[in-house]
């Protein structure tokens, strides 16, 4: 009988240490899948500032590209208005030479001034 109570506690005793390993290893078990899950949440949060990182490149490139083409806009407007105003200058300044070739040039028509004579009656006699 005192076989059978030591060997009853020791099988008691190695019954709750088998519980006890058991449930070390559970805890063991569930400590890794709580690290596990907060690696893949940290690791989900890296992504997601990766993403938002790229997106706000993206859209400073994009804001950069849309200035550049608006100031080549402005710089093209600029030099057809340029243009423009050139060739309004080059019109007002043909008109006025126009204008001014329209009076009689007495020098550019001194072909037509009959030769000089001492006697002014034989010009008005005809």
Do not use: W, Y
């Not at 200058?89 to 028509?109: R, Y």
């Amino acid at each position: 009988m005192f076989n059978a109570e030591i060997l009853g506690e020791e099988a008691l005793e190695l019954k709750v240490e088998n519980v006890d390993a058991f449930k070390l290893k559970q805890l063991e078990l569930e400590h890794e899948l709580k690290l596990k899950e907060l690696d893949m949440k940290e690791m989900e949060k890296i992504k997601v500032k990766e993403l938002e990182m790229k997106d706000r490149l993206e859209m400073d490139k994009k804001e950069k590209e849309d200035e550049f083409k608006l100031k080549e806009l402005e710089m093209r407007q600029r030099l057809e208005m340029e243009k423009i105003k050139i060739e309004i200058v080059k019109e007002e300044s043909n008109t006025k030479v126009q204008s001014k070739s329209d009076h009689f040039d007495a020098a550019k028509n001194i072909r037509l001034v009959p030769k000089f004579c001492e006697t002014v009656d034989k010009i008005f006699q005809v």
